[in-house]
């Protein structure tokens, strides 16, 4: 047999075992790429207060929190800024866990573990305050712990310099170690300016006032955390590398993005292509196109394997700092109220 005969046999047969090949690891291919999309960059918006009244059910909890000189209510404020934070937040690619998002009570405890349970990074209450004074004025972040002290001072520092523009004092960070004492992650009340304040109460009844105020909280988690900026660009780009995939993914309704993992493992498709390279065995010119495929297929089941197993671990990381959670929230802790402020 001529050698130009030789090697078109070697092409016929050769290109339906790479075709089979490529239709068996198809699918493993699409799992790895998934796979390998960057991590969420999960912050948890904690809107404060909420509740609405209702005379034909007193047993209806209704937490308004402060009320302004002009009748502003702080619970509809805070989940205006709320909403409006969490929709900047989606444009950097942020993936945002809210503890509510329309007009209702929720339990402190409940709050916690909504962030607890979307795995934040970050922790940011969202308040207004208050005191007697009508003069009394300013932005005030409040931190649970020396572990949120970093993030207290970057977003003091951002909220200073921002609003200041339009008359926000910059009141600095504060203590506060009898609220959010069990969030696992840096945790911060952001006391945005005071409602019983006449100047800062019209300001806040604005869209543009909550607006600012949304966007210099965002700036400070930002301020505090330069990779989100990272983070923004890695997922642009692997968005663009992967549209398909990409589709499936969205940050934009505040919701932890999830790809389906691939079902089952890649050892059928590895036997299917094994076989038919036994069966191809006789042909000394094949081997090493076979012995080629074997090894690409090989790897790819490793890369696999191994994302397989860091995912499993990153879980099991994730349930063990909820047990913890658990754990401390059992314990026995002191009493707090929850609109105390401390001056």
């Keep these: 047999m001529s050698p130009r005969v030789t090697r078109l046999l070697h092409v016929l047969v050769l290109a339906p075992v790479t075709a089979l090949s490529a239709a068996a690891l198809a699918p493993s291919l699409h799992a790895h790429a998934a796979a390998a999309a960057p991590t969420p960059y999960v912050v948890c918006i904690d809107p404060g207060h909420g509740g609405a009244s209702d005379n034909t059910d007193p047993?209806?909890?209704?937490?308004?929190?402060?009320?302004?000189?002009?009748?502003?209510?702080?619970?509809?404020?805070?989940?205006?800024?709320?909403?409006?934070?969490?929709?900047?937040?989606?444009?950097?690619?942020?993936?945002?866990?809210?503890?509510?998002?329309?007009?209702?009570?929720?339990?402190?405890?409940?709050?916690?573990?909504?962030?607890?349970?979307?795995?934040?990074?970050?922790?940011?209450?969202?308040?207004?305050?208050?005191?007697?004074?009508?003069?009394?004025?300013?932005?005030?972040?409040?931190?649970?712990?020396?572990?949120?002290?970093?993030?207290?001072?970057?977003?003091?520092?951002?909220?200073?310099?921002?609003?200041?523009?339009?008359?926000?004092?910059?009141?600095?960070?504060?203590?506060?170690?009898n609220w959010w004492t069990h969030a696992t992650m840096p945790t911060v009340t952001v006391e945005g300016a005071y409602l019983t304040n006449p100047r800062e109460a019209a300001w806040l009844a604005t869209a543009a006032g909550r607006e600012k105020m949304a966007n210099s909280i965002a700036d400070g988690i930002e301020a505090f955390d330069p990779s989100i900026a990272t983070h923004k660009k890695a997922v642009l780009a692997w968005n663009a590398a992967h549209p398909a995939a990409a589709t499936t993914q969205s940050s934009a309704a505040g919701a932890t993005a999830v790809v389906p993992a691939e079902r089952g493992t890649p050892w059928l498709r590895i036997i299917i292509v094994a076989a038919v390279a036994v069966a191809l065995w006789r042909s000394p010119r094949l081997r090493q196109h076979v012995l080629a495929l074997l090894a690409w297929a090989l790897l790819l089941f490793l890369r696999q394997t191994t994302a397989g197993w860091q995912r499993a671990m990153m879980h099991r990381h994730r349930r063990r700092r909820r047990r913890r959670a658990q754990q401390r929230r059992a314990a026995p802790q002191r009493s707090s109220v929850y609109d105390e402020l401390w001056f």
């Design 59 to 177: 047993s209806l909890q209704y937490d308004p929190g402060a009320i302004g000189v002009n009748g502003v209510q702080e619970k509809d404020a805070t989940l205006d800024i709320g909403m409006r934070l969490r929709e900047r937040l989606a444009q950097d690619e942020v993936t945002v866990a809210m503890t509510r998002t329309d007009d209702r009570f929720v339990t402190i405890d409940a709050r916690e573990q909504t962030c607890e349970t979307a795995d934040a990074r970050l922790f940011i209450s969202v308040h207004l305050n208050y005191f007697k004074d009508p003069a009394i004025g300013g932005s005030l972040v409040l931190y649970p712990t020396a572990a949120s002290l970093p993030l207290a001072k970057a977003m003091a520092a951002t909220l200073g310099k921002e609003l200041a523009t339009d008359g926000i004092a910059n009141g600095g960070v504060q203590l506060r170690d």
